[in-house]
């Protein structure tokens, strides 16, 4: 929070017309994320929730980058005394599941002022047979609470797993405890780590792209 505290205000402080630097990546990103990703799915109320868009991908891709870099490791060395395994906070069920709640609020309060309370309830289930009603709204509901299940455990899982990848290569060494398996392990671990760099990019955009559309749904009456 605090990195992008101090980061975005300088991304974003200049006003010439041709933006350089990081003011130009910053740019460009929110540009991307506005045009290609909020405005197919929230059309004319894409303004009013960007701002939440814009907040959500550089939150999670800043907790994702952030776990790519040695700090546990470089405190180890330091003091001798290891409190945590390293790795990003993505990586922990607690952070993706309270980023989870909170696109659930999102989602449902934002349904719920576009449309009233009481046309929200009403559009929760689309036009089916009376006697279907009670079933459709059933699994609505579940639905309701799956959506932001699956956001926690889609983002921890892919974060997770390819830590214990990394992990369980630099292991090797300790097994074999040879020289040439060090080099080949060490070699892997940079390749992957070019991998995780993707993944951190892409499970952001994942992640952003999913709270959009539930927005996207629940914002309008006609799905």
């Known amino acids: ?52 868009v814009w907040t959500v991908f550089f939150f999670v891709l800043s907790l994702n980058l952030l776990g790519m870099v040695p700090i546990e490791q470089t405190v ?3 003091t001798g005394k290891e409190n945590s395994p390293g790795g990003p906070a993505t990586a922990n069920i607690w952070v993706t599941g309270a980023m989870a709640i909170i696109a659930f609020f999102m989602t449902h309060i934002s349904g719920i002022k576009e449309q009233g ?17 009670p079933f459709i709204y ?12 699956t956001l ?29 398996v060090a080099v080949a ?10 991998i995780e760099l993707l993944i951190a990019f892409l499970q952001a955009y994942v992640f952003t792209l999913l709270s959009t559309l539930y927005i996207g749904l629940s914002t309008a009456p006609e799905h």
């Open 1 to 52: 929070m605090l990195l992008l505290l101090v980061s975005m205000p300088l991304a974003t402080r200049s006003r010439k017309p041709v933006p350089r630097g990081l003011q130009n990546l910053v740019e460009s990103v929110c540009v991307f994320l506005r045009e290609q990703l909020a405005m197919p799915i929230l059309h004319e109320r894409t303004d009013r929730y960007i701002g939440f």
């Open 152 to 180: 926690a455990i889609r983002l921890f899982a892919n974060m997770i797993a390819g830590h214990m990848v990394l992990a369980s290569l630099l292991g090797l060494i300790l097994i074999f405890k040879s020289y040439g």
């Open 138 to 149: 059933l699994l609505e509901i579940i639905s309701s609470f799956v959506k932001p299940f």
């Open 76 to 78: 180890v060395l330091l």
């Open 117 to 133: 309370f009481w046309h929200y309830i009403v559009n929760l289930a689309p036009p089916v047979p009376w006697w279907l009603k």
């Open 185 to 194: 392990s060490v070699l892997g671990v940079v390749a992957l780590s070019f």
